[in-house]
């Protein structure tokens, strides 16, 4: 349990993280690249976790949700940003998305994460409660 809740806690911390490169790096594209790498690692730290915790591996809804978050938004996101270098992030569209749309539909499943890491605390809250009585 202290791990998914080290992990929701990690998740809350990289929004505030994500925050301040916008707000302390005067380059949107490099704050925006500083962000991808920053979203990219840790739902890798997520995946590579739980893919080493033992069980029904398509059970778990962290590893699920950050393995589609690592491959469907957060490296086609980092990617598109990368090779169209000075492009307006409007103006570009991602896996046939409008880029803002594109990255409205990041936010969810980013939330998709967190809300999986909050499953995940509960689950073993209440499986450690079972073992207890």
Same mark, same amino acid.
């Given at each position: 349990?202290?791990?998914?809740?080290?992990?929701?806690?990690?998740? !809350? +911390?990289? @929004?505030? $993280?994500?925050? %301040?490169?916008?707000?302390? #790096?005067?380059?949107?594209?490099?704050? /925006?690249?500083?962000?991808?790498?920053?979203?990219?690692?840790?739902?890798?730290?997520?995946?590579?976790?739980?893919?080493?915790?033992?069980?029904?591996?398509?059970?778990?809804?962290?590893?699920?949700?950050?393995?589609?978050? !690592? +491959?469907? @938004?957060? $490296?086609?996101? %980092?990617?598109?940003?990368? #090779?169209?270098?000075?492009?307006?992030? /409007?103006?570009?569209?991602?896996?046939?998305?409008?880029?803002?749309?594109?990255?409205?539909?990041?936010?969810?499943?980013?939330?998709?994460?967190?809300?999986?890491?909050?499953?995940?605390?509960?689950?073993?809250?209440?499986?450690?409660?079972?073992?207890? $009585?």
């Amino acid at each position: 349990m202290k791990k998914y809740i080290l992990f929701l806690v990690l998740q !809350i +911390l990289v @929004i505030f $993280i994500v925050t %301040l490169f916008f707000n302390l #790096i005067d380059s949107r594209q490099v704050a /925006s690249v500083w962000a991808g790498f920053t979203f990219l690692f840790s739902a890798m730290l997520y995946f590579y976790s739980e893919l080493k915790t033992p069980g029904l591996k398509y059970k778990n809804p962290l590893l699920i949700t950050s393995g589609i978050f !690592i +491959l469907l @938004i957060a $490296i086609p996101m %980092l990617v598109t940003r990368i #090779i169209n270098w000075g492009a307006d992030f /409007s103006s570009l569209y991602v896996l046939g998305l409008p880029g803002p749309v594109f990255h409205k539909v990041s936010n969810y499943f980013y939330i998709a994460m967190m809300v999986s890491s909050i499953i995940l605390i509960f689950q073993k809250f209440k499986s450690s409660s079972k073992s207890t $009585i």
